[in-house]
Nanobody, 125 residues
Framework: QVQLVESGGGLVQAGGSLRLSCAVS????????MGWFRQAPGKEREFVAA????????YYADSVNGRFTISRDNAKNTVLLQMNILKPEDTAVYYC??????????????????WGQGTQVTVSS
């Protein structure tokens, strides 16, 4: 059974940092790409960052490029999202997602097959 479990969310002041972690268990060998998405109250879920499970391809949303860094540790089956210079508009529930589809479009929600339950990130001004 595939399971994605996020951790590391919390409350932080603007300009601060947080590191989110996604622990992946199950058929990890079938995954092609891992992604982070977020959903703010009253808004649609949006793409944040993605990384190939094996390989160097990395993608970021324009809104976080230069502030957030996605990485993975295949030995620990973990995907990380380091978030720096946080802004109040980064406040959202952050979700880890996994895709088994070769190629495709990393920012597209429909490309992802499995999702975690989410972790809340709140940035105060």
């Amino acid at each position: 059974q595939v399971q994605l479990v996020e951790s590391g969310g919390g409350l932080v002041q603007a300009g601060g940092s947080l590191r989110l972690s996604c622990a992946v268990s199950g058929r990890t060998f079938s995954y092609y790409r891992m992604g982070w998405f977020r959903q703010a109250p009253g808004k649609e879920r949006e793409f944040v960052a993605a990384i190939r499970w094996r390989g160097d391809s990395i993608y970021y949303a324009d809104s976080v490029n230069g502030r957030f860094t996605i990485s993975r540790d295949n030995a620990k089956n973990t995907v990380l999202l380091q978030m720096n210079i946080l802004k109040p508009e980064d406040t959202a529930v952050y979700y880890c997602a996994a895709s088994r589809r070769l190629g495709g479009s990393p920012p597209s929600i429909v490309e992802y097959d499995d999702w975690g339950q989410g972790t809340q990130v709140t940035v105060s001004s």
